[in-house]
């Protein structure tokens, strides 16, 4: 619940936060900047997500970033954190939490000086390293905020340049499919061991590589998890797929029927993410069904309840299919992966 919401929310509140939520955000990606750079060993903040690229929604987070200075790494990251739930904490009590990610993407100015020792680095080698590899893609169209050197806009311009060239879609492809399959590999283990949340956790972790994969493969990104499922949506009848989406929500016990079973059983706070949801994608105009907003909360609020779940039983809303079925789905969903490749 604290990953989605941070805290209740009354209605009238969060509605007197949506006809401001522009300025508000705005305002808090100042406070987050001003803050963090007042930070000893903080070099950078890169500022990339929806509101880097200026697509945010009510709903976004503050994607951050940084870049660090040698001799204060790694205790400013111990400090940067501190400040983030300091600021957290402020904006709950206000009446709505903006989100700060700001962790493990982050880099020293040693290493970039190291990686920029030529004008415009290959991208292609550095992408086996977590950090490169995700912050190219969460790089895209970033703005830079606060810059002592000058690293943060080369590095800033150089995941834009980079993020669609040949060789890291290739790459990218190649992750996306092999992360999907091992997932599924990891999840029959499971089974062998009756590590049922495990084994639901890797099935849905595959399908979501897949579905990664399936974006990367028709030149889109991943971007904003609260709204990813619609988009792969859209994107896969413009490509004539939707079959595809429709198998894995089915996979993924997001079937129509399903998800209203589950909303009628899910606790109170997945009830209010689902409607703050629906009230903040209404307030941008976005063309979105109830059904599609239903799912896409479903989607993410199952994946951080998966993550803290005790033993069973567990609750209806999560859906917790039984080992034949589960043994079921793995196996169509390696079809799908392996027939996707022939197509």
Known sequence: MDEILGKHIELAIFEDYLTNWESILAERVQQTIDTLRAIDGVEGLILSGSSGRGAAWPLSDIDLIPVYANNRYPAVMDEVDAARIRLLHQWSAAGWRTGVDIGRLHFTVNEFETVFASDDPAPHALLGDDRWYYSIDKGYQSRVLFDTHGLAERLSTWFTRHRFDADVVSYRLNRTRREALASIDLAESGLAENNTIGVLMALLKSVQWFQIHLMEQWGERDNSLGRFGTRLERVAAVHGRS?????????????????????????????????????????????????????????????????????????????????????????????????????
């Open 243 to 343: 079959n595809m989406v429709d198998a894995l929500n089915e996979i993924s016990d997001l079937s129509p029927e399903l998800v209203l079973t589950r909303l009628k059983h899910a606790p109170w706070w997945v009830a209010e993410r689902r409607d703050r949801s629906w009230r903040a994608r209404c307030a941008i105009g976005e063309d979105v069904s109830t059904l599609q907003n239903d799912r896409d909360v479903l989607r993410v609020s199952t994946t951080y309840e998966l993550r803290v779940v005790g033993n069973p039983p567990y609750g209806d809303w999560l859906a917790v299919p039984t080992a034949d079925i589960m043994t079921d789905r793995l196996g169509r969903l390696r079809s799908l992966i392996h027939e996707h490749r022939h197509l």
